[in-house]
């Protein structure tokens, strides 16, 4: 009888224990799944709603790309076409010079509308109807094609020219050599528009009467002085003077015919493109011939009319100042000759010393 009360007392022990670990079990299952335990419709805990607002006060806006190819009629690619872009709610313009493959590409855009202008040298304008830009959005525009400007033109295609003609104005007279002597008639963009008549006269002027400008012409009456060239001036100061004086009053005749009003009048650019490749006989023919070819303001090559009638009319206006006895037919044939031979060597130092110590190179 003991034996079955005690056998008894031990079922019931055990049965309490498996109950109270069973209880054990489940209420540990709830703690680690809450949401099963949560019915529905039930409001949730507070760290859910807190989490979910942070992401909503706090959303990522993508910035935008455009990027197209600008092609001409033939369906070549325009390297180094002006492609600028304008936001409608701002002001600021960017600006990007298309590659060699005729590419440009406008990327870190802030969602908006935008629009497009894309202009080449001697080319017509294009001008793009409203783009939309969306948050992350890669637009790769239909290719642009420019035609060959025709002899009319709109008042806003005149005056995007009149804003090209003075960023050519402001890139020259940055150029200086050793960051001192101007080096302004070099242009190291192969590609870049051409100066209107405005500009050609402002920069001639900006050349002619540089500081520089007199203590070159100094050094130049100096070594006539020594060599006693045109001995009709006399010696000693005076002598001096009077060289100087001539020297001075060359360069400023020669500019002026040479690089402003010529070029105004033949349409012709007073620059010195700079070529930079090729062979070296290549690039010397190239920089010599630059004295009696030159570019047009279309973009085409053509006789250097500008040039030589200049440097010959600035040598027939020196016989008013010359001495007597030097002046004649000889007088212009020898200040026009020498001035041609001065420009073709100008022309291959341009070519092959000068890049790497001009400053503000583009």
Known sequence: MRRSLAT????????????????????????????????AGAIPDAPAPQQAQANVVAPSVSPGTISGTVVDTNGNVIEGARAAVRRN??????IFHTDSNGQFTFSDLPPGQYKLTVNGQGMSVYASPEIDLGPGAVLMLPKITLAVEGASASITVTADKEELAEEQIQIAVQQRI?????????????????????QKFKLSLRSTFDPTAFVIMAGVAGVEQYRNVFPGFGG?????????GATFANHVTDQMFSR???????????????????????????????????RGDDGRWKPNYSGVLGTFTSGAIS??????????AHLVWFNGLTELGSQAASNLIKEF???????HVP
């Open 236 to 244: 000693g100061w005076e002598g001096y003077g009077k060289r100087y």
């Open 260 to 294: 402003a009003i010529y070029p105004s009048i033949f349409h012709q650019d007073p620059r010195y493109f700079y070529k930079g490749k090729g062979s070296i006989n290549s690039r010397a023919l190239y920089a010599i011939s630059n004295v009696v070819i030159t």
């Open 89 to 94: 709610s701002g002001a600021d313009v960017h």
């Open 319 to 328: 016989n008013l100042y010359y001495p007597e006895s030097e002046r004649g």
């Open 8 to 39: 008894a007392h031990e079922v019931v022990l055990t049965g309490f224990f498996l109950l109270f670990t069973l209880t054990t079990l489940v209420h540990a299952q709830g703690l680690a799944s809450p949401a099963a335990k949560t019915p």
């Open 178 to 198: 050793f960051g001192v002597v101007p080096n302004f008639y070099t242009s190291f963009d192969w590609d870049a528009p051409p100066m209107q008549a405005k």
């Open 353 to 359: 010393l000068l890049k790497g110590i001009t400053s």
